[in-house]
C-alpha cells in the first residue's frame, strides 16, 4: 500500500511539473513574438532596483494597509513552502517528518510555519473582504467584469483553502504523536515539531480513534500537497504570474527618467536614408523584405518587455487608481491596457498551438481590444508608471499605438492634426505667423 502511494504521488509530481514547464515555455515563447529590446545595461543598478522593489516590496508600502498584507501573504507563503521540501521526500521515499532529525530547530521551523499560515490566513481573509464587500473603486471597474473578478477570487480560496489543510495535517499529525501511533510517534517519546497554532485544533481530534485521525492527516497531507501542485500550474492562467515574472519585470524595467521618450528605430533610419545624398529614396526594398512598421497595432509589434509588462500585470488598480483621464470619467484604464494586451496575446499564443504557426485571424490588438478613444485619453503624465508596484509601463504601449495610428493611418484627433500642421507651418502649436507673434506687445 506504502509503495502504491509513493508511486502515485511520484506520477503527481512528474506530471504537475512537466505541465508548469511546458506553460513556462508557452510563456516565453509568446513573450518573444515581441521585437527585441537591449535591457541589459546597467546591470548592477538594475539589481539594485530589483532588491529594493521587487524582493523588499518598496512600492507596495506606499498603500500602508494593503502593502502590509501583501507583505504577510508574501513572505508567509514562501516561508511556508519551504515545508514542501520535507513534504517531496516524505511523499518520494514513503517517510514521515524526515527533516525532524535535526531535532530542535525543526521545532522552531514548524512553529513559525504555523504563526506564517495563520498570518497568511487572517491577510487573505482581509484581502477578500476588501476585493468584495467593501466596494473600493480600483476593484470596481468594467474590466474586472467575469472572469478577472473570479480569477482573484479563486486565488484567495486557494491560499485559504492550502492553508487550512496545513493546520489540520498538523493538528492530526500532534494528535497521533501523542497516541504514540506507530509511524508517528518519535523515538524516546518527543515530540517532532512544535504547534503554537494546530494545538487548538485539538480539542476536535482528541475523541476520535487513531484510524480516523491517520484519514484525517493522509487526507489533508495529500490535498495539501495536491493543492500547491494544481496553484503552481493554476498560475498561467491567472493574473498570479507576477509571483514569477514581478523579479525579471523590474529588473528590465526602463532606468531613462520617466518623461524621457525612445526614438522610433524605423524612423530613425528613414531620416537617416533621406539625408543620405547617396541613397536612393525611390528604390524598392529587397526582394521578400517587408517595411518596418511605424508604431503598433498588434502585439507582434510592440517589444518583448512590454509582452513582459503584460504577463506580470496583477490587476491591482494601482495604475488606474492614479490615472487622472480615469478619474475624469474617460474611458481609459491602463490596467485594462495590459490586461487586453495580454489577453491578445494569449489569443495569438493559442492560434500557434494549434496550428504550429501564426495565421491571420482577423484582429488585432488595436480596434479589436483597446478602442482609440482610450488611447487618446492618455496625458502621458505617467502616473499609472509611477503607481506600479512591479515596474509595468502601460503608457509605452499607448504611445506606440498612438504612433501607429498618427504615422501609418494620418488618424489623429482633428484638433492634435491642427496642431500639427501648425507645426509644420508656424514652428509653433498656434495659428500665428512667426512674425507676427510679437504683435501683443505692441498693443496699448
Excluded at 140 to 147: A, D, F, I, N, S
Aim: net charge negative; glycine share 6%.
Amino acid at each position: 500500500m506504502q509503495i502504491f502511494a509513493q508511486i502515485i504521488f511520484v506520477i503527481a509530481l512528474v506530471a504537475a511539473i512537466g505541465l508548469f514547464f511546458r506553460n513556462i515555455r508557452r510563456i516565453i515563447r509568446n513573450i518573444k513574438l515581441g521585437k527585441k529590446i537591449d535591457r541589459n545595461d546597467n546591470p548592477n543598478e538594475r539589481l539594485a532596483i530589483m532588491a529594493r522593489i521587487a524582493f523588499g516590496q518598496s512600492k507596495m508600502v506606499k498603500r500602508p494597509f494593503s502593502g502590509l498584507l501583501h507583505i504577510i501573504v508574501y513572505i508567509g507563503f514562501i516561508i511556508i513552502n519551504i515545508e514542501v521540501l520535507e513534504i517531496l521526500i516524505d511523499g518520494i521515499f514513503g517517510t514521515h517528518r524526515v527533516l525532524s532529525f535535526i531535532g530542535r530547530p525543526y521545532d522552531y521551523l514548524i512553529g513559525i510555519f504555523e504563526i506564517l499560515a495563520l498570518l497568511v490566513l487572517i491577510g487573505v481573509i482581509l484581502f477578500w473582504t476588501r476585493r468584495n464587500i467593501s466596494n473600493i473603486y480600483r476593484f470596481l471597474g468594467r474590466e474586472l467584469k467575469g472572469w478577472p473578478k473570479n480569477d482573484a477570487n479563486y486565488i484567495l480560496y486557494f491560499e485559504m483553502v492550502i492553508m487550512i489543510l496545513f493546520l489540520v495535517m498538523n493538528a492530526a499529525d500532534y494528535q497521533l504523536q501523542l497516541n504514540g501511533t506507530i509511524n508517528y510517534a518519535q523515538a524516546e517519546g518527543g515530540i517532532a515539531g512544535a504547534f503554537p497554532v494546530s494545538q487548538f485544533l485539538l480539542p476536535l481530534f482528541e475523541v476520535m480513534n487513531d484510524s480516523t485521525l491517520i484519514i484525517i492527516e493522509r487526507v489533508a497531507w495529500w490535498l495539501h500537497i495536491l493543492g500547491i501542485l494544481i496553484f503552481l500550474n493554476y498560475l498561467y492562467y491567472s493574473k498570479h504570474l507576477h509571483i514569477l515574472l514581478a523579479f525579471p519585470n523590474v529588473y528590465f524595467s526602463k532606468l531613462a527618467p520617466m518623461g524621457e521618450f525612445d526614438n522610433l528605430e524605423s524612423v530613425t533610419n528613414e531620416v537617416k536614408l533621406m539625408m543620405d545624398p547617396a541613397a536612393d529614396p525611390y528604390a524598392a526594398p529587397p526582394e521578400g523584405e517587408v517595411p518596418e512598421k511605424f508604431g503598433a497595432s498588434d502585439v507582434m509589434d510592440l517589444n518583448q518587455v512590454q509582452l513582459l509588462n503584460a504577463y506580470t500585470c496583477t490587476e491591482c488598480g494601482r495604475c488606474t487608481a492614479q490615472c487622472p483621464a480615469n478619474n475624469t470619467g474617460k474611458k481609459l484604464s491602463p490596467r485594462k491596457i495590459m490586461m487586453d494586451t495580454r489577453d491578445r496575446l494569449e489569443e495569438v499564443g493559442e492560434i500557434i498551438n494549434k496550428k504550429g504557426k501564426f495565421e491571420d485571424d482577423g484582429k488585432q490588438l488595436l480596434d479589436d481590444y483597446i478602442l482609440r478613444e482610450e488611447l487618446w485619453a492618455c496625458t502621458t503624465c505617467n502616473a499609472c508608471v509611477e503607481a506600479c508596484p512591479v515596474g509595468i509601463d502601460p503608457l509605452s504601449i499607448i504611445m506606440d499605438m498612438r504612433r501607429y495610428l498618427v504615422m501609418e493611418q494620418s488618424a489623429a484627433p482633428n484638433e492634435l492634426s491642427i496642431s500639427m500642421t501648425n507645426i509644420e507651418n508656424n514652428g509653433a502649436p498656434w495659428p500665428y505667423n512667426q512674425m507676427d507673434r510679437l504683435n501683443w506687445a505692441e498693443e496699448k
